[in-house]
């Protein structure tokens, strides 16, 4: 017998002993309020019956010894039983209370996929299954993200470095390299290494947005738009597009720094896949319950099929208006991780002329709105 079968009996019989002995209570009680008034009941003999003796007979009835020999078998009796609904009571109750533990066990042991699903009736125990369950969904989806990082990072980086290496054999394997090619090739492998220093920082903002939010707290969703604007208009200005906004208050409850996070990948997104003279234009706005963040840019047409696909990781369209492929494909996974993870709604549309229109509606107030 394992300690935790051990614990588990225990723990019933702790139970069926508690119940026992209030069985037994109640059985003294009653014998008790039962036998003092028998015991004073005398049976007189009938007025009427005829006697030529004074002296009066005593009729049948119970006398005190027999009525005491009498409790005391019944009490005798009353311990096996109580002891026995006790048990059985005591089992009925710790029934769900055993599912909920096997059950754990088998999620703990690899399946996190499976749920403890508890049903009617609602009940404290009920409750614990509910809370596990809740439990469980984050701690699949933590290991989903990690597991996702490991397998995009090991994917994305592999050729970054590949070429890496490549490019420092083949400087260090020429005899006739002078100081001009040796610092050529050097600049080159810094150029390398920023790009593998921002890919991986984008990996992590997106596996930090696919944990969940880990704070709450009351934000001005227009005060984040702002700061992000005001970074990101000498970027714009170089190239040619016109950043506009039309911001007004809209409090909300959420992680700042995820927030600010899905707005500037929102605004870069918008920035790098333009034309030039283009335009981009986010409105903040509250609507009864809701608030919304919504960003409208100029740029290439987008069939209505391939948006969807924008919001995996890794995925691109199409070269910039430069002919480049800039960027690594994460930006819109990370605004529809952070969205998720807010419990938000996001909805995109290829606007007819080009280019795309991004809303995410968050709940309106101090305090999230969490599904049930």
Known sequence: MTSQQFARRSLQTRLALAYAAGIYAAGVLVLVFVDVPLASIQAAKPKGHPSSSAITETGPGFSLPQLLMGSAVALVIL???????????????????????ANAKVISAGDLHRRLDLGEPTDELTELGHTLDDLFARLQASFDAQRRFVANASHELRTPLAGLRTLLEVALA??????????AACQEALA??????RLVQALLALATSERGV???????????????????RGQATETGIDLAGHLTPSVMAGDPRLIESLVANLIDNAIRHNHKDGHVKITTQTSGTQ????????????????IQRLFQPFQKMAPDRNGRRDGYGLGLAIVNAVT?????????????EGGLSITVRFAHGTHPILPE
């Open 291 to 306: 608030v919304a963040l919504t960003v409208t840019n100029s740029g290439p047409a987008i069939a209505d099929n391939q």
């Open 340 to 352: 998720q993870a807010h419990h938000a709604t996001l909805t995109a549309s290829a606007r007819p």
């Open 214 to 232: 880990t704070r709450w707290d009351t934000i001005d969703l227009a005060h984040i738009v702002e700061g992000v604007l005001a970074s990101r």
């Open 192 to 197: 390398l290494g920023g790009h593998q220093e």
């Open 174 to 183: 020429d005899p006739d390299a002078d100081t001009d090619t040796l610092r």
């Open 79 to 101: 311990i096996p039983i109580a002891l026995a609904l006790g048990w059985y009571v005591a089992g009925r109750f710790l029934h769900p209370l055993r599912a909920i533990t």
